[in-house]
Every structure is written in structure tokens, then in C-alpha cells.
């Protein structure tokens, strides 16, 4: 069946680096997509959200860009900070009336003080 | 006071138990959500209530059961667990169309 999925599941960086976290989805009805963050011991928290009608949007040190040509969604994250160390996830929502997400796997992303 | 509250936190039971995994919101989002979380295989959905009367499967039903009180509450059942049931249970809410699901804190269950 389709699937989000991620190209690294696991990411180490430099505290004050950026931070680039990607992912694959393969239902090109999916119209829109979430980025959350999970630390450990606690649930998914919204982090970024963007439409299909949208290539980039942009939150406070985030950033999610969507490539609809190549079905891709990545997550940037500016200076990158030790709370930012969790798993990230990318979901989708596939077409008009459907109301699931379909969730990829888990990015782990550990910052280096 | 957390907007999705899921009660307990930490379970842990025998084989062929009836266990009950409560979660209760204050959002006032119509839709809620059950999904399992376990290592290497992500979020995979159980059960979802788009209102008090509307429950529906998701992708991994067998051997749950839900049940929606009200507006703000739902609850998951397994009605004699089994071992493979050991996972990290979570609920989720939303809004009417594209939004993002807002989740609980989970409950962690552990069946002997």
C-alpha cells in the first residue's frame, strides 16, 4: 500500500548547525502534511504544517519545503538547539475527505553540544 | 492542565485480561483517535470517532474496542490481552478538515 517514509532514520548534528530532516510519501493524493516531534516519555507535538497548494511555509526556526514533483517533504531546522534532540515524524493526509494521517517511521535526531 | 489527558500512564497486566485505556480532551475537537506505537514500525491507527455516534476501524482493529462516551471521551478496550498487545497506546484529536491531530501523552502497556 502507499506509505510515508523517511531516507535517514537517525541524524546527528552540531548545536548551532542546521538541521535537514526528509521524507518520501507515495500518494499523490495526499493534499496535506505535518511535521511533529516526539521526545522521549511524551506524545507527537505539532511542529509545522503545509497544504498541497504551498511549496514552502515557515515557522519559528523551521521550515517544511514540499516537492510534489518528486513527492518529497523535507524539515529544516535553523540552529539547531540540545532541545531539539527527539524523533521527528512526517505525516500525510491523503484527499479530499480523508481524515487519517499516515505516519513515516521516525527521524532520531541528536544534537552534539 | 494537558488539552488530551490519557489515563494510565503505565500499565502493566496478564495475559487475558480485560484492560481499559481512558482519554478525555478539552479541546472540543469532534474527532478522535487511537493509534499503537511500536519500535521501527511508527504510529499505526486502531480506531477513530468522527462524533459520538460514528466509530470506525483503522488499520489495526482486531482484538480492540472502543467506545465514546461523549464528545470528550474515548475509550480503548482490549477484551483479553495478549502479549503482542505490549506497545505505547496513544490518542489523538482534531478539528473538522485539514488539521493537524493534537496528541495525548500516552499510556505504556506491558502485558506478561
Known amino acids: 500500500g502507499e506509505s510515508v517514509g523517511l531516507h535517514l532514520p537517525t541524524l546527528s548534528v552540531q548545536e548551532g548547525d542546521n538541521s535537514i530532516i526528509n521524507c518520501a510519501y507515495s500518494?499523490?493524493?495526499?493534499?496535506?502534511f505535518i511535521w511533529y516531534k516526539q521526545e522521549s516519555g511524551k506524545g507527537p507535538q505539532f511542529i509545522i504544517d503545509?497544504?498541497?497548494?504551498?511549496d514552502k511555509r515557515q515557522g519559528q526556526r523551521v521550515t517544511v519545503l514540499l516537492n510534489k514533483t518528486v513527492k518529497h517533504l523535507s524539515l529544516q531546522i535553523a540552529a539547531t538547539q540540545p532541545g531539539d534532540s527527539a524523533v521527528y515524524f512526517c505525516?500525510?493526509?491523503?484527499?479530499?475527505?480523508?481524515?487519517?494521517?499516515?505516519f513515516g517511521k521516525g527521524t532520531k535526531l541528536s544534537v552534539i553540544p | 492542565d494537558a488539552d488530551v489527558t490519557q489515563t494510565p500512564r503505565n500499565r502493566i497486566t496478564k495475559t487475558g485480561k480485560r484492560i481499559m485505556l481512558e482519554c478525555s480532551q478539552t479541546k472540543g475537537h469532534d474527532r478522535m483517535y487511537w493509534y499503537r506505537q511500536d519500535p521501527g514500525l511508527g504510529l499505526r491507527l486502531i480506531y477513530y470517532?468522527?462524533?459520538?455516534?460514528?466509530?470506525n476501524k483503522g488499520e489495526i482493529s482486531d482484538g480492540y474496542s472502543v467506545s465514546r462516551q461523549a464528545q470528550a471521551k474515548f475509550s480503548l478496550s482490549l477484551e483479553s490481552a495478549i502479549p503482542n498487545q505490549t506497545a505505547l497506546y496513544f490518542c489523538a484529536t482534531m478539528k473538522r478538515g485539514n488539521q493537524p491531530q493534537h496528541f495525548g501523552d500516552g499510556t505504556r502497556l506491558s502485558i506478561l
Open positions: 505525516a500525510e493526509m491523503g484527499g479530499a475527505g480523508s481524515y487519517q494521517l499516515t
Open positions: 500518494n499523490s493524493a495526499s493534499d496535506y
Open positions: 503545509i497544504r498541497s497548494n504551498m
Open positions: 470517532s468522527f462524533d459520538v455516534k460514528d466509530i
